[in-house]
């Protein structure tokens, strides 16, 4: 778990999630 | 899972280019993400994707996970902005 809490990346981009997707 | 939708499993996850894979693997943690955290969803989510596919399909296998690594990532993005 501590290597997880690590890993992680404050700084990441938000995900956008794709409205436009197909069904 | 969200009703209504197939499980992704890694061989369907394998099929699709590997720059779609992450937007796929966003595509379904999102909404789960957004029932524990909804105002955190997007940053949540997009720090999660950077971890690993087999990772990623496993949390989208067990609430178990998911709850956890979601929890983890949550505490670690709050230190940082009370840091800020």
Redesign the interface.
């Known amino acids: ?1 501590k290597a ?2 690590a ?4 700084d ?7 409205v436009h ?1 197909a069904e | 899972h969200v009703r209504g939708q197939e499980p992704l499993t890694a061989s369907m996850l394998a099929a699709a280019p590997l720059k779609e894979q992450k ?1 796929l693997l ?2 379904r ?2 909404p789960l993400i957004q029932a524990l955290h909804p105002t955190l ?3 949540i ?7 690993d596919n087999s990772e990623l399909l496993h949390m989208l296998e067990s609430p178990e996970s998911l709850h ?2 979601v929890e ?2 949550v ?3 709050q230190a ?1 902005q009370a840091k800020e």
Do not use: C, D, R, W
Not at chain 1, 7 to 10: A, E
Not at chain 1, 12 to 18: D, L, Q, S
Not at chain 2, 45 to 51: P, Q, V, W
């Open positions: 778990s997880f809490i890993s992680l990346n404050v990441a981009k938000p995900f956008v999630p794709n997707a | 937007q966003g595509e943690l999102y969803a997007g940053k989510t997009g720090m999660l994707l950077e971890i956890s690594k983890e990532a505490a670690v993005l940082h």
